[in-house]
């Protein structure tokens, strides 16, 4: 007999691999309003509290899962990703790029591809070898940071970490879902933006479970 936990995520790992082309359309399309009109939702009862909780961010470090969904590997599920894309508007803050904090780790096509530009003598200068990363780290506040133009000097071939920022790894919790880093203020007003579209995600779980309990078997079929 399977836990209600284990039910819960088996679920939400379904509606990732089913729903996934329908959830991203319907957010598009900001289906949730009319969700929304039909019933109540935490999304709006507990907004200013759930708005608190994502400002938080300012100070304390974490991440928030996003109701989009986050990249698997399949081909043509990054669609969450691209959406997510296509929405955010950094605001040039330059907090990312100019906080001191422990380095940027540069991968190792980082690492050769910023050298070949700006030489490696110098780059060795702006970063210190971590034996135990066995990788060169960025010194921080971020060297390449020009506070006059408010941007980066390298943004053509900034870091990987750099281009996917604000963008995390999904959180253990929910592994299914895009995390943002709560810590930039534009991930923290997209949540805020998309913290409706959870009811979205949540119809689409009550859907599948209930046809997964009313079959008591076969996982059900994709949608469309
Ligand atoms: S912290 Fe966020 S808003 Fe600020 S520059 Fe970085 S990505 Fe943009
Ligand atoms: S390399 Fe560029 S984008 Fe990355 S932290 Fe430094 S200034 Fe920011």
Redesign the pocket.
Known sequence: MKKPSDRIDQVRRLCHQLCRSSCIEDKRQERHKELLRNRAHWSVLKKAEQFRQIDRGEKVPFDISLPLPARDGEEGSNQGVELFWERFRCQQCGL??FTPGAG?LLEKEDFDRIAAKIGKRKLERLSRFDRALDGWI?KQP?P??DHAKRG????EI??LT?RKYPLHPPLAQLPYNLAVDAFCPAARLFAKETLEWWIICENNWARLLARMEESGKAPPKKDG
Do not use: A, G, H, Q
């Not at 980066?152 to 943004?155: D, E, Q």
């Open positions: 990312c790029c940027l960025l971020c390449f940071y980066c000097k390298i943004y900034r870091p750099c």
